[in-house]
C-alpha cells in the first residue's frame, strides 16, 4: 500500500460503521490487518475491538504497543471484554487481564466468574447510578459529567446508602421535571429486577414481555450489581432460536461455532453432539427390525406387505416429528402452560385425526392402484390411519411429560420421535396384518 | 365484587406492570373485565391495552364512553394501535378508525397500507425530528415539548427542509454539547435506515449487526417516514426464528396463533400447514415402495434383509435432518456465504464420513450378532456408511441449492430430506445386496 492508497482507504473507511470495518479485518491477512488496525485512533479502534471475534481480538490488542493498548480497553465496553475474554483460554486471559488496569481487571475478573449464559455474565458494570436524595438538576450535571462511561445513560437506576435498588428513572422524566425536584419524588419504585444467577432465556423473557431497553441486576440482597441493555438481548434471542433448532435436530450447542474455529474442531464437535443420537437411533432401528423379524412368516406369505414399510415408517416420522417440534417450540415461547397444555394435546391429536383421514385414503387407494388385493390395501389404510393419530400424540406426549419431569423438552428431538414413532408404527402395521390376514384370507 | 374488594384490586394492581395487568384481563370473564378496565384511569387504560390481543382490544375499545376512548386511542402508541387492528376484520377496522381524530386515523391507515412484515408495517410515526439549522438549546427545548407524545427522544434524526434524512444525533451528545452550537456541526451524518418496503427479517438482522436502539425508515427518494424501536425487534427475531422452526418440521407461519384463536380454527390451519408435506411424504414412501418391489426377488431370496429396512432408512433420514437442519439454520443467521458454503459443505460430509465410520461398525457387529450371515452384516454395515455420507451430503447440498435458486432454503424440510435420504438409501443397500449376494452367494 502507498501513502495515496492509505488516504482512500482511510477516507473511504471513515463512511463505514464498525461492525462493517470489523467484517472487513476479519477477511484482511495478518499483515495487512496490523497496519489497517494501526491507522486508526483508539476510539475508532475500540469500536471496532468490540465487533471482532475472541481470536482476532486477542491478536490486535496483542499488537498495540501499551499506551495505546490501555487507552484502548479503557474506552470498550466492559461486558464486551468479557466476552472475548470468556471466548479464551486461562493463560490468554490472565495476559490480557495484565494489560488493564487494577479497577477494571478486577470488575472483568468478577464478571468471569459468572455463567456465560447467566444474567451475571451477561451484565455489564459500566452504569451510573444516581440516590433518592438528589435534586434533578444535581443528578443531570452528575449524568452530564459521568455520560461517558456508562452504557446507557437513558434508563438510571436508583438505590439507598446501602447501595439497595430502590427505583428507575428514565432521562425523559429528568429533563421534562423541575430543576429542585427530588429524585425520590418523581422515580417509578416499582423497578423490574433479575438475580445474578437467572438464565439468560428467562432474561430474555422478561425483555420481550416488558418492552425493557436495560433491566438491573441484583444479588440476593437487592444490591444492583450490574445493568444488562437490550442489544446483548438481541443476541441471545438469537442464539437460544439457535439452539433449540439445534437441539431439535439431534445436535447440540456445542456446534454454534465462531467463525474463526479450526475446521477439524468444528467437525470433532459436530461429531460428538451428534453421535449421541444417532447411536439411540441405531438401537431404535435394530428394535424396528426385530418387530419386522417377529412377524416374518406374515411378511414371507405377502410379499406386498414390504413395499409399504418405508411408507408407514416415514409418515409416522414426519407426523411425530412435526408435533413435537410445534410443542417443543409452543412451549419454549411460553404458549402451552396448565390447562393450555391439555387443549393443545386434544388439538393435535384432532389434527393428527383429520390429517390421518386423507392420507389412509390416499395411501389405501395407491395400494390398491399399485397392488390390487383389497385385503392388503385395507390394511394399509388402517395401519396408516392409526399409525398417524398415534404419532401426533407421542409427538405432542413426550415433550409435555419431559417438561413436567424438568427435563428439557427438546429432548424429544427429531431422531428420537421419528424412531419411537417407527417402533410404534411398525408393530401396528404387522400386527394389524396378522390379525386381519389370518381372518379374512382364510 | 364489593367496594372494600375494590380498593384492595386497585392497591394490589398498582404495583403491576402492564404487561402482568393485560394477562390477568385475558383471564377474567367478560364482565369482570369490562368492570376491571374501568377502575383505570386512560394513561393505565392505555397502557393495558397496548399489551392485550387483538380481539380483547377492540372488545375494550367497543366499551368505553365516547371521551375516554379519544383520550386513550390519543395516548396510545401508534404502531400498537397499527398491530391490534391487522388483527381484526376489515370492517372492525373501519369501525374502530371511527373513533380516532382525523389525523391518527389517517396515519393508522397509512401504516396498515404496508405488509405486515415489512419495515414499514413495524414502523411508528410518533417520533420527532430536528432540523440541522436548530441550535442545541432550542433542539432540547422542542423536544422538552414534544417528547410526550414520541416513541423516543434518545435518538432523534435530523432532516432538512424537504424532509430527506440527513442525521442523528444522541439526547447524549445534546446534553453535553454546548447550548449555542448548531446540530448539523455535531450530528452524525453516516446514519444506517432501511426502505419502507423493507423484510422485517433484514431489519432484525441490522439492528442486531448494529446494535441499534431505534432504526429510521425511509422511502425511495431518502424521505423519513418513520422509525422502527428495538423492542419491536425482539418480537420479529423470535417471531421469525419459530416460522423456520415450523417450516423445518414441514409446517408454516400459518400455525403461529393466536392465543385467543377458536379450536377449530387451530386445526384447520395446522391441517392445511402440514399437509403438503404429508403428501409429498406419501409420493416419496411410495417410490420407496417401488424400489422394495423392484428389488422383491432379493429380498424374497434373503428375508433377512427386511430387518435391516427400517434402521437404514431411520439413520440416513436422522443424519440428513442433521445436516439440512444445521445447514438451513446457518444460512438464515448469515454464517454461510460464498466460500464459506463450500468449505461448510466439506465438513458436513467429513462429520458424515466419521459418523458413517462409527455407525456402520456398531451395525455391522449388530448384523452379525444377530443374523450371522457375514456377507449380509458386510452388506449392512457399507450400505450403512454410503448411506449415511449420502445423507449428510443431500442435507447440506439442497438447502443451499435453494438457496442459489433464490427458493427459500426451510423448504428443505425435515420431511422432505428424509423422505428424499429414504428413497436413495433403499436403493444403495438393495444394489448393493442385488450386487454382492449376486458375487459372493452363488
Redesign the interface.
Known amino acids: 500500500l502507498e501513502i495515496g492508497a492509505y488516504e482512500a482507504v482511510r477516507a473511504l473507511d ?4 464498525y ?1 462493517d470495518r470489523a467484517e472487513i479485518m476479519e477477511e484482511l491477512s495478518e499483515e495487512l490487518r496490523q497496519t489497517y488496525f494501526e491507522l486508526l485512533d483508539f476510539e475508532e479502534a475500540s469500536e471496532v475491538l468490540e465487533e471482532v471475534g475472541s481470536e482476532l481480538f486477542s491478536e490486535l490488542i496483542e499488537g498495540m504497543d501499551e499506551e495505546k493498548r490501555s487507552k484502548v480497553i479503557d474506552n470498550m465496553s466492559q461486558d464486551d471484554i468479557v466476552d472475548k475474554l470468556s471466548g479464551l483460554t486461562e493463560e490468554k486471559q490472565e495476559e490480557l487481564l495484565s494489560y488493564m488496569d487494577e479497577d477494571t481487571a478486577s470488575e472483568v475478573e468478577t464478571l468471569l466468574e459468572y455463567e456465560e449464559d447467566s444474567a451475571g455474565g451477561r451484565m455489564t458494570k459500566d452504569y451510573v447510578t444516581l440516590t433518592t436524595e438528589m435534586t434533578i438538576d444535581i443528578a ?1 450535571e452528575y ?2 459529567q459521568n ?1 461517558p462511561g456508562a452504557e446507557t ?2 434508563y438510571v437506576f436508583v438505590t439507598d446508602e446501602a447501595g439497595i435498588l430502590t427505583g428507575v428513572i428514565s ?2 422524566q429528568l ?2 421535571a423541575s430543576p429542585e425536584t427530588k429524585i425520590s419524588e418523581i422515580m417509578n419504585e ?1 423497578v ?1 429486577s433479575v438475580y445474578d444467577d437467572e438464565d439468560q432465556e428467562e432474561v ?1 423473557r422478561l ?7 436495560v433491566m438491573p441486576v441484583v444479588d440476593k440482597e437487592e444490591k444492583l450489581k450490574g445493568i444488562i441493555t ?2 446483548d ?3 441471545v ?2 442464539e437460544e ?2 439452539e ?3 437441539k ?4 447440540s450447542d456445542l ?1 454454534i461455532y465462531e ?1 474463526d474455529d479450526a ?1 477439524w474442531l ?2 470433532v464437535r ?2 460428538r453432539s ?2 449421541p ?3 439411540i ?2 438401537f ?3 428394535l ?6 417377529r412377524y ?1 412368516g406374515t ?2 406369505a405377502n ?1 406386498a406387505l ?10 409416522g ?3 411425530g ?2 408435533s413435537s ?2 410443542t417443543v ?1 409452543s412451549i419454549a ?1 411460553g ?1 402451552v402452560e396448565g390447562k393450555e397444555a391439555v ?1 393443545t394435546f386434544f ?2 391429536v ?2 393428527g385425526f ?2 390421518g383421514l ?2 389412509s385414503v ?2 389405501g387407494l ?1 395400494a390398491m392402484l ?1 397392488n390390487s388385493s383389497t385385503v392388503i390395501s385395507l390394511i394399509v389404510g388402517i395401519a396408516m390411519f392409526s399409525n398417524i393419530v398415534t404419532a401426533a400424540a407421542i409427538g405432542t406426549l413426550v415433550p409435555m411429560i419431559f417438561k413436567k419431569l424438568g427435563v428439557d423438552p427438546a429432548v424429544a428431538s ?2 428420537f420421535i ?2 419411537t414413532v ?1 417402533i410404534t408404527g ?1 408393530t401396528i402395521y404387522f400386527s394389524l396384518a396378522t390379525v386381519l390376514i389370518g381372518k379374512w384370507m382364510i
Open positions: 471513515e463512511k463505514l460503521h461492525a443531570i449524568l452530564r455520560a445513560i437513558y432521562l425523559r429533563i421534562v416499582n423490574i430474555a425483555f420481550s414481555k416488558y418492552d425493557f431497553m437490550v442489544d438481548i438481541l443476541d434471542i438469537e432460536a439457535t433449540d433448532i439445534y431439535f435436530a439431534g445436535s456446534e467463525e475446521s468444528r467437525v459436530s461429531v451428534r453421535l443420537w444417532l447411536i437411533t441405531i431404535g432401528g435394530l424396528s427390525g426385530s418387530v419386522v423379524a416374518q411378511l414371507d410379499a414390504a413395499m409399504f414399510m418405508p411408507l408407514l415408517a416415514g409418515m416420522g414426519n407426523v416429528t412435526q417440534t410445534i417450540r415461547v404458549y387443549r388439538l393435535e384432532a389434527t383429520a390429517v386423507v392420507c390416499i395411501v395407491a399399485t427429531a431422531p421419528s424412531t417407527d411398525l
